[in-house]
């Protein structure tokens, strides 16, 4: 069973940016994609970027433009380059397998996540 695990949130202020790592504790090369979600305060858990083991990308239509997903199979890691961060974009970010097979509610299993809190 593949974990994973989340860093690189932080602190920072509006229109800045931030680039989180999602660390796998095996080889991520046959796992069909990998996707970003975050959780707000009071809200549920959203899927914001997806990659495929090809490179094929999806984004949120809230973060498209902002947020770039990519993966380096060699290191077993996916990454989420956020620029031009809102306040909007506060939130406990998560990386998580197979974004589009189930709903985030329906997924079991999570890592700690990472703080990103956007703030003048």
């Known amino acids: 069973q593949v974990q994973f695990v989340e860093s690189g949130g932080g602190l920072v202020q509006p229109g800045g940016s931030l680039r989180l790592s999602c660390a796998a504790s095996?080889?991520?090369?046959?796992?069909?994609?990998m996707g970003w979600y975050r959780q707000t305060p009071g809200k549920q858990r959203e899927l914001v970027a997806a990659?495929?083991?090809?490179?094929?990308?999806d984004y949120a239509d809230s973060v498209k433009g902002r947020f770039t997903i990519s993966s380096d199979h060699a290191k077993n890691t996916v990454y989420l380059q956020m620029n031009s961060l809102k306040p909007e974009d506060t939130a406990v970010y998560y990386c998580n397998r197979d974004p589009w097979a189930l709903a985030p509610s329906e997924i079991k299993s999570w890592g700690q996540g990472t703080q990103v809190t956007v703030s003048s």
């Open positions: 095996a080889s991520i090369k046959n796992i069909y994609a």
């Open positions: 990659i495929t083991s090809a490179g094929n990308t």
